[in-house]
């Protein structure tokens, strides 16, 4: 079978075992005992397809305001997010913004700071994709027809220049612990131009980018119940009320509070499921 199950009461959650084109990470969850879904989304270095199957669709509130959505596309945001729907059934598919760029047909910079509609990303196919997937029986027919369906869309000729995969790599396995200054001479490139080039294939800047890969290493450490001031230290703060304001900025909470937030069911099910695959690897 092509997904690995993580019964519990309440909810039917199924993570892909063979990953989608370019390496996308696929997940899928059903609301089964009607609790419902309401998440405060953090930042996180990655972009983010969630795409609903059901009869119910997505309330996402975001930096932008609120809409109702059958499905969405959501860039490296800053701010943080809410997520709400009665009865979900979705699809989220998580990606790198090197691979958005060939499989979404927009650079990731398009995306703009909040939620896009499927539809509006994909017109028509959108709708198709969500009957198809609503017709599905098993987990395993709803990962193929995701899988089917990003193969469709992948372009393998969009891709960031040489230097910019480069560099967002070095922010990835440095943890943001990186010098932009630093990273840009040693890509040949001045800093306006690695700060301009990057923000437009990446969809933030170098510094942005590394704060948000920093910060999702702290979280790491936060949610393995870990004292605030030994994760600032670790993961490259100055210390710890420099860890607050950076979970401030992504999280729109304090370290404490933010731990709360993974205690749904559903969420706990997410965050295992995404766990290292994006923040530390290049």
Same mark, same amino acid.
Request: charged share 25%.
């Given at each position: 079978?092509?997904? +690995?199950?993580?019964?519990?009461?309440?909810?039917?959650?199924?993570?892909?075992?063979?990953?989608?084109?370019?390496?996308?990470?696929?997940?899928?969850?059903?609301?089964?005992?009607?609790?419902?879904?309401?998440?405060?989304?953090?930042?996180?270095?990655?972009?983010?397809?969630?795409?609903?199957? +059901?009869?119910?669709?997505?309330?996402?509130?975001? /930096?932008?305001?609120?809409?109702?959505?059958?499905?969405?596309?959501?860039?490296?945001?800053?701010?943080?997010?809410?997520?709400?729907?009665?009865?979900?059934?979705?699809?989220?598919?998580?990606?790198?913004?090197?691979? /958005?760029?060939?499989?979404?047909? %927009?650079?990731?910079?398009? !995306?703009?700071?909040?939620?896009?509609?499927?539809?509006?990303?994909?017109?028509?196919?959108?709708?198709?994709? *969500?009957?198809?997937?609503?017709?599905?029986? /098993?987990?395993?027919?709803?990962?193929?027809?995701? @899988?089917?369906? !990003?193969?469709?869309?992948?372009?393998?000729?969009?891709?960031?220049?040489?230097?910019? !995969?480069?560099?967002?790599?070095?922010?990835?396995?440095? *943890?943001?612990?990186? @010098?932009?200054?630093?990273?840009?001479?040693?890509?040949?490139?001045?800093?306006? *131009?690695?700060?301009?080039?990057?923000?437009?294939?990446?969809?933030?800047?170098? @510094?942005?980018?590394?704060?948000?890969?920093?910060?999702?290493?702290?979280?790491?450490?936060?949610?393995?119940? *870990?004292?605030?001031?030994?994760?600032? %230290?670790?993961?490259?703060?100055?210390?710890?009320?420099? !860890?607050?304001?950076?979970?401030?900025?992504?999280?729109?909470?304090?370290?404490?509070?933010?731990?709360?937030?993974?205690?749904?069911?559903?969420?706990?099910?997410?965050?295992?499921?995404?766990?290292?695959?994006?923040?530390?690897?290049?």
């Amino acid at each position: 079978m092509d997904f +690995g199950r993580e019964p519990e009461v309440g909810w039917d959650f199924a993570r892909a075992a063979v990953a989608g084109p370019r390496g996308a990470a696929i997940i899928g969850y059903r609301d089964v005992g009607g609790a419902g879904l309401d998440l405060r989304v953090a930042g996180t270095a990655a972009v983010t397809v969630v795409i609903g199957f +059901g009869d119910r669709e997505v309330i996402v509130d975001d /930096a932008v305001g609120r809409r109702t959505l059958a499905g969405f596309v959501v860039g490296l945001p800053i701010e943080a997010m809410r997520v709400r729907c009665a009865r979900a059934e979705c699809i989220e598919v998580r990606l790198s913004p090197i691979q /958005a760029y060939s499989l979404l047909g %927009v650079s990731p910079a398009d !995306l703009g700071r909040g939620v896009v509609g499927l539809e509006d990303l994909w017109g028509s196919r959108a709708r198709r994709l *969500r009957e198809q997937l609503a017709a599905a029986r /098993a987990w395993d027919q709803r990962f193929a027809v995701t @899988k089917s369906f !990003l193969a469709q869309c992948d372009r393998p000729m969009r891709t960031p220049d040489p230097e910019v !995969l480069a560099g967002w790599n070095h922010i990835l396995t440095s *943890r943001g612990q990186v @010098k932009i200054g630093e990273l840009a001479q040693s890509l040949g490139w001045s800093h306006k *131009r690695l700060g301009a080039r990057f923000e437009s294939q990446i969809g933030l800047s170098p @510094k942005r980018t590394a704060m948000l890969v920093r910060f999702r290493h702290a979280v790491d450490g936060l949610l393995a119940g *870990r004292p605030a001031a030994d994760v600032a %230290v670790d993961s490259g703060y100055t210390d710890q009320a420099h !860890l607050c304001r950076d979970v401030s900025i992504f999280a729109d909470r304090t370290p404490g509070a933010l731990t709360t937030n993974y205690l749904p069911t559903i969420a706990r099910h997410r965050y295992r499921a995404w766990g290292e695959f994006f923040q530390y690897r290049a």
